[in-house]
């Protein structure tokens, strides 16, 4: 089994910053694909932060563009996003997901999720 584990949350006043990070860890052998961050406000579904390639490619959601930025490290499959400019609207829970390849297959990991409270 794989597991996806975040850390980072937490409360913060409006304009401030924060750093998610969420590790893989796993008992079997695995390789890690696109890495990404997904956020769930209340009453909302769940979307799109921020996505990371193994080879470093980023897509970002437009709202979070020029604000957050991901980054991962490939040695400790580990993948962080710094959250700067923070504001009320960006409260959610926000969940790390990894698309691992174990033997033949690849499937989508998700990670307990984390709280985000912007205080306006």
């Known amino acids: 089994q794989v597991q996806l584990v975040e850390s980072g949350g937490g409360l913060v006043p409006a304009g401030g910053s924060l750093r998610l990070s969420c590790a893989a860890s796993?008992?079997?052998?695995?390789?890690?694909?696109?890495m990404g961050w997904y956020c769930q406000a209340p009453g909302k579904q769940r979307e799109l932060v921020a996505t990371?390639?193994?080879?470093?490619?980023?897509i970002y959601a437009d709202s979070m563009k020029g604000r957050f930025t991901i980054s991962r490290d490939n040695a400790k499959n580990t993948v962080y996003l710094e959250m700067n400019s923070l504001k009320p609207e960006d409260t959610a829970v926000y969940y790390c997901?990894?698309?691992?390849?174990?033997?033949?297959?690849?499937?989508?990991?998700w990670g307990q999720g984390t709280q985000v409270t912007v205080s306006s």
């Open positions: 997901a990894a698309d691992i390849l174990i033997g033949l297959r690849v499937n989508k990991y």
């Open positions: 796993g008992s079997i052998l695995f390789s890690i694909r696109t």
């Open positions: 990371i390639t193994s080879g470093g490619t980023t």
